[in-house]
């Protein structure tokens, strides 16, 4: 059974950090390229940051860019979205993302999502 398990979201002062963790368990996570999503209220979900299977690659959103890492640890199963300089358009659920597209068939799970709010 595929399970990815989002935590680390909260509520955080505009200026703050948060570390988000992302568990994945039932599929081969090292094969899988991972990446980080938000969704804000009334606006669609958007790419925040990517890592391929390795994580020798990553992408980020223009406006994450130089205040989000985004990490995997493969012996763990784990990825990461470390978020610095935190500002208020960036509250929004965060969400996880597998993908794998082999053989002509695509593999794409999704967490559960967490909730990141940057307030005073």
């Known amino acids: 059974q595929v399970q990815l398990v989002e935590s680390g979201g909260g509520l955080v002062q505009p200026g703050g950090s948060l570390r988000l963790a992302c568990a994945a368990s039932?599929?081969?996570?090292?094969?899988?390229?991972m990446s980080w999503y938000r969704q804000a209220p009334g606006k669609d979900r958007e790419l925040v940051a990517a890592?391929?299977?390795?994580?020798?690659?990553?992408n980020y959103a223009d406006s994450v860019k130089g205040r989000f890492i985004i990490s995997r640890d493969n012996a763990k199963n784990t990825v990461y979205l470390q978020m610095n300089s935190l500002q208020p358009d960036d509250t929004a659920v965060y969400y996880c993302?597998?993908?794998?597209?082999?053989?002509?068939?695509?593999?794409?799970?999704w967490g559960q999502g967490t909730q990141v709010t940057v307030s005073s």
């Open positions: 993302n597998a993908f794998l597209f082999r053989q002509g068939v695509a593999y794409d799970y």
């Open positions: 039932g599929f081969t996570f090292s094969s899988y390229a």
């Open positions: 890592s391929t299977s390795a994580g020798g690659n990553t």
